[in-house]
């Protein structure tokens, strides 16, 4: 079970990278890279560094609202 668990996660992250690496839209980019921050945090747990987890859990929606708000600022002068 554990196995598969991992190969899931795994097949997560690396979805996640690709299509961060494939998208040109901004906010499909922070999508894409939320669910590949999501498929990193268990294995982050999985080795133990739980403070870690917990800095990656607090600072990815801190850094996703600034990358919303740059994304934002660059449509509004683009229009």
Request: glycine share 8%.
């Amino acid at each position: 079970m554990t196995e598969f668990l991992i190969i899931v996660l795994a097949a997560i992250v690396l979805a996640g990278a690709i299509a961060t690496a494939w998208v040109r839209d901004p906010f499909s980019k922070l999508i894409a890279l939320g669910v590949m921050i999501g498929g990193i945090v268990p294995f982050i747990v999985a080795r133990g560094y739980l403070d870690v987890a917990i800095a990656v859990s607090l600072i990815a929606p801190i850094a996703t609202i600034f990358v919303l708000l740059i994304a934002g600022r660059r449509e509004f002068y683009d229009a």
